[in-house]
Structures are given as C-alpha cells and as structure tokens.
C-alpha cells in the first residue's frame, strides 16, 4: 500500500503544473466544505456509518510526536513536514451501511465532488482511489485533500495547506 501510495503521489505532482493550467478558478474548494460538512453529519448517526473527526488540539498533538519522532528518523521528518499543513483530518467508512443509505450517501458525495478538482485517479484491478484537492495559483501548494476509496467505501479528508516541495522530498527518499 505504501509504494501505491507514493506511486499516487509522483503522478499528483507531475501533473500539478498541468492541473494549475487548466483552471484557476479562485472559487474552486474541495467538496464544498459547508455541503460536504452537512452530509457527514446528516450520515454520522445513522447506523453503519463511522465518523472520526480529528480537529485542531488532535492534528497539533499528532504534529508534536511527529517533530519528537523525526529527530531519531529522517523519513518521519519528512513526514512530519507535510503533516504540518494540515489542521483538521475527518475519516468516513461506510462498508456497514445499509445497502439503500450507501447509495444515497455516495450520490450526495459525487454531488459534493462535481465541483471540486480531481488530482489523480489511480486503478488497481476493480480498486479504485480518487484524490481531489486544490492547487495554489503559483503551483507551490495542494490545499484540503480528499481520498475517496469507492470499493472499500472510505473517505479520509485533510483539510490545509500542503508544500508541494514537501511532498516531493518524501518521494524522492523513498524511491
């Protein structure tokens, strides 16, 4: 998973100056961040549905251990560097829902998504991983990312601002 990850990540970044062409639109967001907030929330409750939400006090507590950690390890470091960006991280798993609250919540979310710029979509067999998020006008920074997993019906979203720069790093120590 971690080499399909990075893999995900090479294609995002060489295609960054493309995407940063295509549109810059100021407006752009991803998801929506009110409608997107709506739908996690009308959904939280309902049975099959399992929301956790790490907020600002969460993510800086995780960004402390990470500096701490990063000392003894340099991949942690760079690690630690794109992590810094993020304040706020919601991650969705619907896999127990009921077939009929499935489809409607995955309709919303496609709404939520027609709106918001698709990064990379990578395959593997019937698997597939969709990553949105919002490029910098100067193509230094992806802003709010979300991962969307259709097959294991999971969404991981982060929202802030990621470097670029950062991101490149960690891919070159690991290949």
Not at 29 to 41: F, P, W
Not at 139 to 160: Q, R
Request: overall charge negative; proline content about 1%.
């Amino acid at each position: 998973m971690k080499q399909y990850l990075l893999f995900a990540l090479i294609c995002l970044l060489s295609f960054t100056g493309c995407a940063n062409g295509a549109n810059n639109d100021k407006s752009k967001t991803v998801a929506d961040g009110g409608r997107l907030s709506s739908l996690i929330n009308e959904f939280n409750p309902k049975d099959g549905f399992h929301v956790v939400k790490i907020g600002s006090l969460g993510t800086s507590i995780a960004k402390s251990i990470m500096k701490r950690a990063a000392k003894e390890d340099g991949d942690i470091q760079l690690v630690s560097n794109i992590a810094e960006g993020i304040d706020r991280i919601v991650v969705i798993a619907f896999e127990d829902a009921d077939d009929s609250d499935k489809a409607h919540f995955k309709a919303r979310l496609q709404d939520c998504l027609n709106n918001s710029e698709l990064l990379l979509e990578a395959k593997d067999g019937d698997d597939r991983m969709s990553i949105y998020g919002v490029i910098s006008d100067d193509a230094a920074t992806i802003k709010d990312f979300l991962f969307y997993v259709p097959s294991e019906d999971a969404l991981v979203c982060m929202f802030g601002s990621v470097s670029v720069d950062a991101v490149g790093k960690l891919i070159e120590a690991n290949y």
